[in-house]
Nanobody, 116 residues
Framework: QVQLVESGGGLVQPGGSLRLSCASSGTIVSIYTMGWYRQAPGKERELVASLTSGGSTNYADSVKGRFTISRDNAKNTVYLQMGSLNPEDTAVYYC??????????WGQGTQVTVSS
């Protein structure tokens, strides 16, 4: 059973930056499509960014140019570098790993709050 553990969330002022990390207990980061999702209160969970095994990235329009997803295969860790944060980015951020014909995995989430 693969476990994904997020870290790096917290309280940040508007305009600030945070880096989220997602550590995997298994060596899946390089072969799964890794994604970051977020869910704000009263809203549905949405895809923020994804990174395929081949290195292709996809970003939600709302975060393009501000967020960057990356991975360190040796550390089995995926990152989400977030910049120019605004209050609309406040949400619980979840790490996700998916691969066709294999189980999908989710982390427990990490809270990001953007407020002055």
């Amino acid at each position: 059973q693969v476990q994904l553990v997020e870290s790096g969330g917290g309280l940040v002022q508007p305009g600030g930056s945070l880096r989220l990390s997602c550590a995997s207990s298994g060596t899946i980061v390089s072969i799964y499509t890794m994604g970051w999702y977020r869910q704000a209160p009263g809203k549905e969970r949405e895809l923020v960014a994804s990174l395929t095994s081949g290195g292709s990235t996809n970003y939600a329009d709302s975060v393009k140019g501000r967020f960057t997803i990356s991975r360190d295969n040796a550390k089995n860790t995926v990152y989400l570098q977030m910049g120019s944060l605004n209050p609309e980015d406040t949400a619980v951020y979840y790490c996700n790993a998916r691969r066709s014909l294999f189980p999908t995995y989710w982390g427990q989430g990490t809270q990001v709050t953007v407020s002055s």
